[in-house]
Each structure stands twice: as structure tokens, then as C-alpha cells.
């Protein structure tokens, strides 16, 4: 079993997969960001909005694991809360313009970011204290959430925009 990296590698890790995709992003017109197929269907608004909404989700799990506080968002119980979660997710995005959901992209990861960096380095090994977690650690829950979720959609955005050339 390979070690678990250090709070620094970790953050290392998400900070090298969050700017490649900011890169991609950065790279593409208004016009690009809210063409659909980027994703199936979704846009790269869709994605950033996607990206946000489970931000959200893991911020609220490492503060109710450390506070006591009750979740704000169910615990997840399968496939079919995710799914459920994406589409209420994409639903509730549809209307809101390019430059707020970019906005709450950015202000979501750096409190992310910030809420990993107070983070206790001794919990990231630490199975989160909930009947529904089973095994999953404070440092599966915040890659899950930051770099392996990035690398899911750098990509499919990826394969999308080799069509487009």
C-alpha cells in the first residue's frame, strides 16, 4: 500500500489539475464556455456550475465531520443520488449567466482551498464520522471533489475540443 501524500502534496496536486483546467478554460471564448457537447450534453458552464455544486458538497461534509453540525446535502447512497444530484445541479444552472457561475466557480474553490489548508493534517487519513461513509477519509473525500473530479472533465473537454479542430 503506497503511502498517503503529505497536506502539501495534496494540495500540490490540486492546485497542478485546477490550473490545467483553468488553462482550458482561459483558452476558450464566452461563445466556446456555453457550447453544449463538452460533456454530453453540458457545457463548460455546465461543468464549472457541475464543479461548484461538489465543492459545496465536500466543504459541508469536512464541516460537519469537524462541527458536530448537521449536513446540509444528504449523504450520497449510490448511483442514483448522483445522478440525481447532477441533474438538479445542470437544472438549476440552465439560466444563470456565464460570468456568475465563473464567479462562484473561483470564490468556491479558494474557500475549498482554504478550508483544506486549516484542515488538521492527522485527519486526512481519518474515515469521516458518519454511518454512510464507511471507509471514505477526509482525503478521499477532497480529491474526489478537486483533482480527480478536474481530471474527469479536463478530459472529456479535451476529447470534445480535438473534435472542434
Known sequence: MTPS???????????????????IIASLSA??????????????KDIMAHITAWEWLAMDRIH??????PLKYPA???DSFV???????????Q????PKVMEAFHKTHAEFIEQIEVLDAER?????????????????????NTHWH??????AVEKWLDTLA
Open 95 to 98: 439560466a444563470a449567466p456565464l
Open 31 to 44: 461563445e466556446q464556455l456555453i457550447q453544449s457537447g463538452a460533456m454530453d450534453d453540458w457545457s463548460l
Open 124 to 144: 486526512l487519513p481519518q474515515p469521516l464520522p458518519f454511518d454512510w461513509a464507511g471507509n471514505l477519509t477526509f482525503q478521499v473525500l477532497i480529491f474526489s
Open 5 to 23: 501524500p503529505s497536506k502539501s502534496e495534496l494540495l500540490e496536486t490540486i492546485h497542478r489539475s485546477w490550473n490545467e483546467l483553468n488553462e
Open 76 to 78: 450520497i447512497k449510490g
Open 150 to 155: 478536474y481530471v474527469e472533465h479536463i478530459e
Open 83 to 93: 445522478d440525481a444530484f447532477n441533474a438538479e445541479v445542470y437544472e438549476n444552472n
Open 64 to 69: 460537519a465531520a469537524q462541527t458536530g453540525e
